[in-house]
């Protein structure tokens, strides 16, 4: 069940959400946009996040818990709470399914990055987690690090969104979200839930111990602030839209002739309710919602605004960047351009795509799927020979996984015949000093690390052959940049976007091109990965595999 509680403080501080969830062509497309999801029990110990508000089975529910004074339509399954809270009668229960409820705070829009939510949730045994979007743990930012002296000491970089416990008193959350058991428990000790989220978190810190509060990489806006309230509203005006019968859809028209008015200029998309009143030579630049009674004299300008019902702009005037709910608002200033923000998903997907017939998308995976498969049975003879020689030569596994990105970050298990001594992960530290490229890589002409079974098996490029599982398995290539760990991919975030965009390969263009000159090769890496995925093509992958097979040629020749 998810519970979203507008908590009435007096003042003006509500107005805005008052009117908003009261307008037939606000009110729906408000909640279905700023209040998304609650979190439901899935296979074992797993948790999901449901995009379906006021939607689903009866415990799924939401509800929106106002005053009564603000008039809440039934269409959007309100309950009506006095000034002391909400009473458990109203509520459905006792609650049977094995999940959370979830208490939202009505006052903000929030984008929380739901994948470590969810990481949380799965982990925990809290009976209460409180949580607040923080937008300084998005990822791709820099925090600067200083002396008391103000002094810079580092540059720390974070390029993934992240989260952080904080203390349970005084969090502030956006949302509480409580294990349905420990609901039931409550809506036997409690008379009635309070509308206000910070009571909740001093009543939950009295009464259960068990309890954490999170910081989770997100942006919130303050609805009942102007700029937060417009601010979410230009970002979501086509699904917040009106299309009831009483309404009128104007988009990028240059001038538009109503029954009362002719000449009106507009640049979509603008709302306007069929009882408005839009007098001749008005200008409207979208997006903009004109509501019932409205009247727009001659000659008025309006831009990125909402006109509340009945509200007259007098001739000549121009409203920019506003919410107008009464006639006393035109006197204040337009909201500068800072203020207008974005509430927009929190992980923005930074890849490059390419069509889904394409030869990056489709053709290249067939291919790879079908070489692999070619490969692997060629060498499968050999693969006891190579296993019982790395075996003779030195103690440990036949086989070494290391830890790589592939497409989009996702993690997996690179594989390779093992060419090292056991241990050797634990020595790249203490050899970092005479590392013989620059860049985040690792190589030394005379590695002690390597063993002489392993040496034969790098200097021939068959430490590589058991990659060609990784490519049947699709985390790999044939051709594609150099798999590297984490680690290495957070140097340069343009080019870590670039080189994820594709699966990592067995061989690439850098590894064909670059000349290993000093204090050159770590660029050269970045180039060569940028174009590769630029220029993405069949004649530029055979062109690297033609290259890549006379490399290995005279490589094995220079062994006997």
């Known amino acids: 069940m998810h519970l979203i509680l507008f908590h009435d403080a007096g003042g003006a501080d509500a107005d805005l959400l008052r009117f908003a969830l009261g307008q037939e062509g606000l009110s729906e497309g408000l909640v279905q946009t700023a209040y998304r999801g609650y979190i439901r029990r899935t296979r074992g110990t797993r948790y999901c996040v449901e995009p379906s508000p006021l939607s689903g089975c009866p415990e799924g529910d939401s509800y929106l818990v106002a005053p009564p004074s603000w008039g809440l339509k039934e269409s959007l399954q309100s309950l009506k709470a006095n000034p002391d809270g909400l009473a458990f009668e109203c509520v459905p229960g006792p609650l049977k399914s094995q999940g959370w409820v979830v208490i939202t705070d009505g006052r903000y829009a929030t984008n929380l990055n739901m994948g470590l939510l969810q990481e949380v949730l799965n982990e925990t045994d809290a009976e209460v987690v409180a949580v607040r979007a923080r937008p300084d743990l998005v990822g791709y930012r820099e925090r600067f690090l200083v002396t008391q002296d103000n002094r810079l000491a580092g540059v720390r970089r974070f390029y993934e969104d992240s989260m952080e416990y904080q203390p349970f008193v005084n969090c502030q959350p956006h949302h509480i979200l409580i294990r349905t058991s420990t609901f039931n428990k409550l809506m036997k000790s409690w008379k009635s839930l309070p509308c206000d989220l910070s009571r909740w978190v001093v009543t939950m810190d009295e009464q259960i111990q068990n309890n954490v509060a999170i910081g989770v990489a997100g942006n919130e806006l303050d609805l009942t602030s102007e700029a937060g ?18 309404w009128r859809q104007w988009v990028n ?19 306007v309710h069929k009882t408005a009143k839009l007098d001749s030579d008005a200008l409207i630049v979208g997006p903009c919602w004109i509501g019932p009674g409205a009247h727009l004299e001659a000659g008025v300008v309006v831009d990125r605004a909402i006109v509340a019902p009945d509200v007259k702009v007098e001739a000549r005037q121009a409203v920019s960047s506003r919410v107008i709910l009464t006639s006393e608002d035109l006197l204040n200033p337009a909201l500068p351009m800072r203020a207008i923000q974005t509430c927009s998903p929190v992980y923005e997907n930074p890849f490059k795509h390419w069509p889904s017939m394409s030869y990056a998308s489709c053709v290249k995976r067939v291919v790879d799927v079908l070489v692999a498969s070619m490969v692997l049975i060629l060498f499968l003879p050999i693969f006891p020979v190579i296993a019982l020689a790395i075996k003779l030569n030195s103690p440990g596994p036949i086989f070494y996984g290391a830890r790589r990105q592939g497409l989009h970050g996702k993690v997996f298990r690179c594989l390779k015949f093992r060419s090292m001594k056991p241990g050797s992960d634990k020595l790249q530290e203490q050899l970092r000093a005479i590392n013989e490229v620059d860049g985040p890589q690792f190589k030394m002409a005379d590695d002690p690390r390597i063993s002489a079974v392993g040496r034969f098996l790098r200097e021939t490029y068959l430490d590589e052959i058991p990659q060609f599982i990784n490519v049947l398995r699709g985390e790999m290539s044939v051709v594609g940049p150099r798999p590297s760990p984490k680690g290495e991919n957070t140097q340069c975030p343009g080019w870590r976007d670039a080189r994820l965009s594709v699966r990592p390969g067995i061989t690439g263009l850098w590894q064909v091109m670059r000349t290993r000159d000093p204090v050159k090769d770590f660029q050269e890496w970045i180039q060569y990965d940028i174009e590769y995925v630029r220029k993405l093509s069949l004649k530029m992958d055979l062109w690297i595999c033609w290259a890549t097979f006379k490399s290995m040629m005279g490589k094995f020749a220079e062994q006997f």
């Open 253 to 271: 028209h240059d001038r538009v002739v109503t029954e009362d008015s002719i000449g009106i200029r507009v640049a979509g998309p603008v709302w």
């Open 229 to 246: 309230f417009l601010s979410h509203w230009i970002q979501h005006c086509h699904a917040m839209a009106p299309t009831g019968p009483g």
